[in-house]
């Protein structure tokens, strides 16, 4: 599988963009996928998951509420609708896919991994 990661910018803070993350390989339909950041300084963290169907979804307490992955099947992609962003939010967002279909926070559970995008935020 391979990952290439898009959408990201630079918003004010309490703006919105949509990540994208479009995965090639006839696995992506069977595989969870994930979202993780890292902002500069800091370690890489978790931020959302979805299970391969899209039926579970999990997001990091940081973001919950705010943020939502998704996933359309039909395109091999997978979405993070960010909404009321904060300058916290400021990091390099990376898109993850798992062999299993089960979703994980963890990010030794995923085995392939896009380039990343970059999201800043500006207060």
């Known amino acids: 599988v391979q990952l290439q990661a898009s959408g990201g910018g630079l918003v004010q803070a309490g703006g919105s963009l949509r990540l994208s993350c479009a995965a090639s390989g006839r696995t992506f339909s069977s595989s969870a996928m994930g979202w993780f950041r890292q902002a500069p300084g800091k370690e890489r963290e978790f931020v959302a998951a979805i299970s391969w169907s899209g039926g579970s979804t999990y997001h990091a307490d940081s973001v919950e509420g705010r943020f939502t992955i998704s996933r359309d099947n039909a395109k091999n992609t997978v979405y993070l609708q960010m909404n009321s962003l904060k300058p916290e939010d400021t990091a390099v967002y990376y898109c993850?896919?798992?062999?299993?279909?089960?979703?994980?926070?963890?990010?030794?559970?995923?085995?392939?991994w896009g380039q990343g995008t970059e999201v800043t935020v500006s207060s």
């Open positions: 993850a896919a798992c062999r299993a279909p089960i979703a994980s926070k963890g990010q030794y559970e995923y085995d392939y």
